[in-house]
C-alpha cells in the first residue's frame, strides 16, 4: 500500500502564494511520477502539473508560468509553487503518484487538500 499525504493548503487573497506538498511513503520501488490535480465545486478533476522521475514536466494551461511543480526524490517529496493566486485557482487539490510495486506500476491519490482564494 502506498499513502500521500498532502499539506500547505489554506486561505489566501487574490495575487498571494502558496506552496502545497505532498509526501509518499510505503512499499514501492520507484515513483514513476507524481502531480497534483484540482477540482473545483461541480467541476471535474484536471491537471494541474505532473513531473517525472528525471524531471520533466507537464502543466495545465491556466497555471502555467504561476505555478511551478518540483521534487525531492531522497524524500519522496512533490512541492507545489503557486504564485499570482486567482480566485478562480479555488479547489481542492489533489496529490497523486504513478509507482512500481513488484513489477506493476500502480496509481495513488492523496486525500486533498483545500485552496482556497478570496479577499
Known amino acids: 500500500q502506498v499513502q500521500l499525504v498532502e499539506s500547505g493548503g489554506g486561505l489566501v487573497q487574490p495575487g498571494g502564494s502558496l506552496r502545497l506538498s505532498c509526501v509518499a511513503s510505503?512499499?514501492?520501488?520507484?515513483?514513476?511520477?507524481m502531480g497534483w490535480y484540482w477540482q473545483a465545486p461541480g467541476k471535474e478533476r484536471e491537471l494541474v502539473a505532473t513531473?517525472?522521475?528525471?524531471?520533466?514536466?507537464q502543466y495545465g494551461d491556466s497555471v502555467k508560468g504561476r505555478f511551478t511543480i518540483s521534487r525531492d526524490n531522497a524524500k519522496n517529496t512533490v512541492y507545489l509553487q503557486m504564485n499570482s493566486l486567482k480566485p478562480g485557482d479555488t479547489a481542492v487539490y489533489y496529490c497523486?503518484?504513478?509507482?512500481?510495486?513488484?513489477?506493476?506500476?500502480?496509481?495513488?491519490w492523496g486525500q486533498g487538500t483545500q485552496v482556497t482564494v478570496s479577499s
Open positions: 510505503g512499499r514501492f520501488s520507484r515513483i514513476n511520477y
Open positions: 513531473i517525472t522521475s528525471d524531471g520533466s514536466t
Open positions: 497523486n503518484t504513478n509507482v512500481g510495486v513488484f513489477g506493476l506500476n500502480q496509481l495513488y
